[in-house]
């Protein structure tokens, strides 16, 4: 396995705009772009959401440990970690001493961004309430594993770009 690292890992609730802007970062600065969630979709062959109604949330966990941690040691770019990723304490010690990047959302801005529809299997029933009481338990965990916190409301995907650059400076 190589000792490569992301030049940054984004993290942040449904909406946050993770997989927009670290596509844009990833531009900016001439590197590669990597989604765990669309990791996981390419090598189980289906969608998020099938995962979790066919195997249930366990499963799915397991998957994403499993590629956030892998995808730690072996993505030179950035890397975008799906919403609940943190919350596993094997992806939050593996996180340390990265350049990681909390993308902080209101719940107008996600609703917007996200439509609350039916492929955030946790924010099926009830999206507004769901995501609230997500953020609520989330929280801790995001400021906790980051080394820098972007606001994103009422910002473009470019302008966030620009403030994750501003934070980080350039690799």
Do not use: C
């Not at 705009?17 to 970062?25: F, H, Q, R």
């Not at 994403?64 to 941690?69: D, H």
């Not at 990047?101 to 009830?126: E, K, M, Q, T, W």
């Amino acid at each position: 396995m190589s000792s490569t690292r992301p030049l940054a890992v984004l993290v942040g609730p449904p909406g946050a705009g993770k997989s927009t802007v670290g596509a844009l970062l990833a531009d900016h600065w001439h590197a590669d772009f990597r989604d765990t969630d669309r990791l996981i979709e390419q090598s189980q062959g289906r969608s998020i959401s099938d995962i979790f109604v066919d195997d249930g949330e366990a499963f799915f966990r397991a998957l994403e440990r499993e590629t956030v941690v892998s995808s730690l040691t072996t993505s030179a770019g950035v890397l975008a970690l799906g919403g609940g990723a943190v919350l596993d304490p094997d992806v939050q010690e593996a996180l340390v001493g990265h350049r990681v990047v909390f993308l902080d959302v209101g719940i107008a801005d996600a609703s917007s961004r996200v439509g609350f529809d039916g492929s955030r299997p946790l924010l099926a029933v009830n999206p507004r309430a769901s995501w609230n009481r997500l953020m609520k338990v989330r929280r801790p965990t995001y400021e906790s594993v980051s080394t820098v916190r972007v606001d994103t409301a009422g910002r473009t995907p470019a302008e966030v770009v620009a403030a994750v650059v501003a934070e980080l400076g350039e690799p």
